[in-house]
């Protein structure tokens, strides 16, 4: 591996969080092959200017330090408007990138997984994005797989998929009449995420991962996951801007381990497993995931 893989931070307001984070990506196997890019959000008032200078003071810091590169922005742009800018951004300029956000906390071998999966399946079209997290807890002899589902916590994609994102979501309108599609796309009826989707442009959420989501369905894109859960997320305190007081399967502590996981052959879909993910995380939010 030869330039450093672009990783993209975004953080907001919770300075503590941010620091524990940052800490816990310093402390993975592979960091050196990695260049940190963080994006601070700007204060929506002012009285989230207080918390959002915290934010700017930790990441100034630890800049000093890492070599990170810095933008922050003299407005608040929101989570989704964020993500699609420092995404957008850095894949204009590499071909690859590792997203995190500022609550989440990472398994020692939460990088290598991505860095190897990214180098591994670079060429595989139909390969979307690599998660770092899911719901199942395998033994360290079961390999990593494939299902077509992504996720938002801890996640890597490649410039050739993420230019395919559309916004404007082309096509969702199929999902008024065509109820297989809408099932398939709720997977299986587990989540409402067809609702969601028509919400985001009714203007009742603001999520860049429903689209996300809706263009690597409608492309029969997959996304790898590894066999155990990389990353937990601390942002189920009520601090998030975009979470609730619930409980979450990722905010359990997950077993370390060093081992490399092994890889899948071929990118195709592990339907045994993906049937296993979609029951346990059902299971685990009573409703789905959100």
Known sequence: MNDPIPVAIFCYNRPRHLAAMLASYDACAGREHTKPFVFCDGAKDAAGMEATAAVQEVVREWATRSGAEVEISPVNRGLSASILHGVGKILGQHDRVIVLEDDLIFDPSFLTFHLDGLERYVRSENVYQISGHQWLDMPAFVPAFFAPFTTTWGWSTWRRAWQKLDVTAPGREHLETDTALRHRYDIQGRYPFSELLKGRFRGENDSWGIL???????????????????????????????????????????????????????????????????????????????
């Not at 359990?252 to 890889?263: A, H, K, L, Y």
Request: hydrophobic share 30%.
């Open 212 to 290: 996300w989501y809706w263009t690597v369905f409608s492309q029969n894109g997959l996304v790898l996951y590894p066999p155990r859960c990389l990353v937990s997320n601390r942002g189920f305190d009520g601090s998030g801007t975009h979470c609730e007081r619930r409980a979450s399967a990722a905010t359990s502590s997950q077993r370390r381990s060093s081992n490399r996981i092994r890889f899948p052959k071929r990118a195709r879909p592990s339907r045994v497993l993906f049937e296993w993910m979609k029951r346990e995380l059902y299971r685990q939010t009573q409703v789905g995931v959100g």
